[in-house]
């Protein structure tokens, strides 16, 4: 069992930055991926960036060159830096984790981000 808890939202203007937190407890040696998705109201939740055990990193082409995804110390933490934020950016962010032999997921309970215009 991975448990996950997401810190570091709020309220920042357009423009701003804000920096997501993820802490991952339980069996973190089992993990394969950490991940940012996100779910604005009334639209489905959607990959925002991932990292995998090798370091491979994925973005939605929507935050691509303005959101860093970063895990440290072998994914226990994995930051989501996000800049030149914008209001379609709004939504509550999930931290998610799956596991290499067993293919479960592990979802956050998610951290409210609003960026106001």
């Known amino acids: 069992q991975v448990q996950l808890v997401e810190s570091g939202g709020g309220l920042v203007q357009a423009g701003g930055s804000l920096t997501l937190s993820c802490a991952a407890s339980g069996s973190t040696f089992s993990i394969n991926t950490m991940g940012w998705y996100r779910q604005a109201p009334g639209k489905q939740r959607e990959l925002v960036a991932t990292v995998t055990n090798g370091g491979i990193r994925n973005y939605a082409d929507s935050v691509k060159g303005r959101f860093t995804i970063s895990a440290i110390n072998s994914k226990i933490t994995v930051l989501l830096q996000m800049n030149s934020l914008k209001p379609e950016d709004t939504a509550v962010y999930y931290c998610?984790?799956?596991?290499?032999?067993?293919?479960?997921?592990?979802w956050g309970q998610g951290t409210q981000v609003t960026v106001s215009s």
């Open positions: 998610h984790a799956d596991e290499i032999v067993s293919g479960n997921d592990y």
